[in-house]
């Protein structure tokens, strides 16, 4: 089992509609956990932060924590063409640990 | 305020040879992270460094990997002899703290071993 697991896609939406990414993780004494956008041929830029269960919003991205699951996503609202990037799930583990583990990533596609 | 800063940003060699890769972290940055990204895959850290020492290098090939952080600010890694399979973008990434670990990577250099 990895340690972080995403669904590689390609996921496709149309315009406007809500993208909704999924990540599952195997430690359950991870703490937190992050979403990267990586558009082709470029690095990973961080849109996302969450520690606690429950949502944090931020314009039309909104991520979700369920730590009883294993189980975060992420929500994008009014989907846009310049959305469309792959999406990496990352979690830094439990207590001691310092390092991030990145799932493989969703490839998201925004269909005008 | 401005990026990590990586170089070269490509680079084509033959199997066997040596390649270094250099990165500038963003000012104040104490953490510096030197990842591998395959096509298709996630980032995979090589190493961490926390100012000068070295935090986790357990996925780092060391008979062939090697990184140093010279003065706490940039950072090199080489790869030495390289393998076709070292092919990938080789990115680095800094932190302010270990915590809360929001990291922000530079352009990345695409590493092509023919």
């Known amino acids: 089992q990895k340690e972080v697991e995403q669904n590689s896609g390609p996921l496709s939406v149309p315009e406007g509609a809500i993208a909704s990414l999924n990540c599952t993780y195997s430690d359950r004494g991870s703490q937190s956990f992050f979403w990267y956008r990586q558009y082709s041929g470029k690095s990973p830029e961080l849109i996302m932060s969450?520690?606690?269960?429950g949502d944090k919003e931020d314009g039309r991205f909104t991520a979700q924590l369920n730590k009883a699951s294993q189980y975060v996503s992420l929500l994008i609202r009014d989907s846009q063409p310049s959305d469309s990037a792959t999406y990496l799930c990352?979690?830094?583990?439990?207590?001691?640990?310092?390092?991030?583990?990145f799932g493989q990533g969703t490839r998201l596609t925004i269909n005008p | 305020e401005a990026g990590v800063a990586q170089s070269p940003r490509y680079k084509i060699i033959e199997k066997r040879q040596s390649v270094a890769f250099w990165c500038n972290p963003i000012?104040?940055?104490?953490?510096l992270y030197w990842y591998q990204q395959i096509l298709g895959q996630g980032p995979k850290l090589l190493i961490q460094?926390?100012?000068?020492?070295?935090?986790?290098d357990s996925q780092l090939p060391k008979d062939r990997f090697s990184a140093e952080r010279l003065k706490g600010v940039d950072s090199t890694l080489k790869i030495q002899p390289a393998k076709l399979e070292d092919s990938a973008v080789y990115l680095c990434?800094?932190?302010?703290?270990?915590?809360?670990?929001?990291?922000?990577f530079g352009p990345g250099t695409r590493l092509t071993v023919t």
């Open positions: 460094f926390q100012n000068n020492g070295v935090v986790d």
């Open positions: 990434a800094s932190s302010l703290d270990p915590v809360p670990y929001e990291q922000y």
């Open positions: 990352a979690v830094k583990r439990g207590q001691g640990a310092q390092k991030l583990v």
């Open positions: 000012s104040g940055h104490a953490t």
């Open positions: 969450i520690y606690s269960n």
